[in-house]
């Protein structure tokens, strides 16, 4: 039997890159999936691409009404949530020469207020335990010039998985972060002005990682999946780096 077997899981940021993957891996055993994202024509064509066990419900991280809508959704179809995976991030470059409010706001808004939200209004559903993966980066623990803002949501992030920790196990819940370091997504792209820029940045990334390339979005679902599924049924309040060692030797 499929370990996810009967399980329902929220995935955030679903349509594409590592939430896409994700979603895959999680409906291959045995769970149904809901994925959000802001771009209705890519969660079509995401959930064209798994095929079965899914169910898309359009919406933005940032908006507390599109998440009230998206649980009120996962309550209607199927009245229970078992895993969480806080998914859905931003980041461009910006030094602190010259980030602006927008740049400050936006990113804390999908990547910091988006995740509390994500979690909190799933609470209510989990009615039987499970797990809650907030997707944090490696970056958590780097100092990585014109990625300020970013770094510091994303060790926000982390900082919160040991609190949740805390405060949902006697619900059985058990909370972690996954850190993704360079991974082959859209998210790499959307940080360049062209395709040789970002190629280049590839390539840097790959030259610093000791595994000499970039992650794949697969190999990040499988760290997903074990944090899902009961093979890490001892395992609460960690962060687990899936980066080739880029921030670990």
Excluded: C
């Excluded at 771009?39 to 998440?67: F, H, N």
């Amino acid at each position: 039997m499929p370990n996810l077997e009967g399980k329902i899981a929220v995935i955030t940021g679903g349509s594409s890159g590592i939430g896409l993957a994700t979603a895959k891996r999680f409906v291959k055993e045995g769970a149904h999936v809901f994925i959000t994202g802001r771009r209705q024509s890519e969660l079509e064509s995401a959930k064209a691409e798994i095929g079965r066990g899914v169910t898309t419900v359009q919406g933005d991280v940032a908006s507390l009404d599109d998440l009230d809508r998206l649980y009120a959704t996962v309550k209607t179809e199927k009245g229970v949530v078992d895993i969480v995976v806080a998914n859905a991030g931003f980041v461009e470059h910006a030094k602190i020469f010259d980030l602006s409010e927008a740049h400050y706001d936006k990113t804390m808004d999908i990547n910091v207020k988006g995740v509390v939200f994500t979690v909190q209004k799933a609470l209510p559903l989990m009615t039987r335990g499970g797990s809650i993966i907030l997707v944090s980066s490696i970056v958590n623990v780097k100092g990585i010039p014109a990625h300020g803002i970013y770094t510091a949501a994303k060790a926000g992030v982390r900082a919160l998985a040991r609190v949740w920790a805390q405060e949902l196990k006697d619900k059985g819940i058990r909370v972690n972060t996954l850190s993704p370091g360079a991974t082959e997504t859209p998210i790499i792209r959307g940080q360049f002005n062209s395709d040789e820029a970002s190629d280049a940045a590839k390539k840097v990334f790959a030259s610093m990682t000791p595994l000499a390339r970039l992650g794949l979005p697969e190999e990040l679902a499988s760290g997903a999946y074990f944090l899902a599924s009961d093979e890490s049924s001892y395992v609460t309040g960690i962060d687990l780096p899936i980066d080739g060692g880029l921030a670990q030797v």
